[in-house]
């Protein structure tokens, strides 16, 4: 591991720790009458949705990293996109909410569905 690994790996828990911390300032999430287990329960679902975004960050760094200091052109996939989203949505900070989000929005549509069935 290299240098800028460790100042990248240094800068991603910072940042991770930052919403870990004040996500609940940060989004504006009422923290009064919430338990103990709750503040947890977010300092860890923050912490580690900006961990995520920043992996998906280094992979896309380290994809095209040779080719930013070479001849060559980075080809971008679609796996390269996902990332690209996976990192942008993570880094700042709506990781957590986009999945708790989508998960609601499945559970609902499969509601509907179940009740159009019967």
Not at 6 to 35: C, G, K, N, T
């Amino acid at each position: 591991m290299g240098f800028s690994d460790w100042v990248m790996a240094l800068v991603a828990l910072i940042a991770s720790l930052f919403y870990a911390f004040s996500a609940r300032d940060v989004f504006d999430m009422p923290a009064e009458e919430r338990s103990a287990a709750w503040r947890l329960h977010q300092f860890w679902l923050h912490f580690l949705g900006s961990a995520v975004g920043w992996i998906a960050f280094w992979f896309l760094v380290l994809h095209v990293k040779d080719c930013l200091m070479g001849p060559c052109a980075p080809v971008f996939t679609s796996s390269d996109v996902v990332l690209f989203f996976l990192a942008f949505v993570g880094v700042t900070g709506h990781l957590p909410l986009a999945i708790v989000g989508l998960l609601f929005a499945v559970t609902s549509l499969l509601d509907r569905l179940a009740k159009s069935i019967k």
